[in-house]
Each structure stands twice: as C-alpha cells, then as structure tokens.
Nanobody
Framework: QVRLVESGGGLVQPGGSLRLSCAAS????????RGWFGQAPGKEREAVAC????????SYADSVKGRFTISRDNTNNTMYLIMNSLKSEDTAVYYC???????????????????WGQGTQVTVSS
C-alpha cells in the first residue's frame, strides 16, 4: 500500500533551519507530482512547495520563496523540504503529498492530491 511518513519537525528559533523528510513506500516518488503543505493553527492548509512529474519543475508559495527548497533522494525514495530562515509565521503542521492523475502542480485548488502523510509539527519560537 502507499504510505507517506513525515519526520524532522520540531522546535527551532527564528532564523534557524530544519529539514523535513517524507519517506514513501508503495510508489516511486519520481513518477508523481509531489508537494509539501502547511497548516497553521486556525488557518487553512496551503501548498508551500511542489514538483511537477512532467518536467520536474518546482513551484513555491510566495511566502516561502527563497527560503524553502523541495528535493528528493532516489536512493531511499524520500522527499525533503529544506527550510531556512524560519519565521514564527512558519509555525504549522507540514504534510507531504503525492498525486498521479496529473502531471503538473495544481494552481490553487485546481485538484487534490491523492496520498497524504500524517504531518509533522514545526514550531518556530525563541
């Protein structure tokens, strides 16, 4: 079965960095659109980073451009979100997700990802 398991969250000071991991099983990540989403307390879930399966192009939310990077390690079928220059407003539960019925990243709520991880908490505080 398909499973996505996030890890790497925790407490970090403003300006610090974290690397979130998403270990995938039951699918090869490179064949899927893959993304990271964040949901802050009391707010809607929003896409923060995405990679297209068609050309591996990436897209980022305006709020994280230049600070976050989505990547993948094919040796262990794991995707990552490298988070730098973290701000208090980055505090959220972060989810990884994959989608196979489309070949590009969604524009807004164009479509929903099929598979989701359980999420990992990131807290940015001094």
């Amino acid at each position: 079965q398909v499973r996505l398991v996030e890890s790497g969250g925790g407490l970090v000071q403003p300006g610090g960095s974290l690397r979130l991991s998403c270990a995938a099983s039951g699918l090869t990540l490179d064949y899927y659109v893959r993304g990271w989403f964040g949901q802050a307390p009391g707010k809607e879930r929003e896409a923060v980073a995405c990679v297209s399966s068609s050309d591996r192009s990436t897209s980022y939310a305006d709020s994280v451009k230049g600070r976050f990077t989505i990547s993948r390690d094919n040796t262990n079928n794991t995707m990552y979100l490298i988070m730098n220059s973290l701000k208090s407003e980055d505090t959220a539960v972060y989810y990884c997700a994959t989608e196979s019925d489309h070949i590009h990243c969604p524009r807004g709520r164009e479509f929903e990802f099929r598979y989701w991880g359980q999420g990992t908490q990131v807290t940015v505080s001094s």
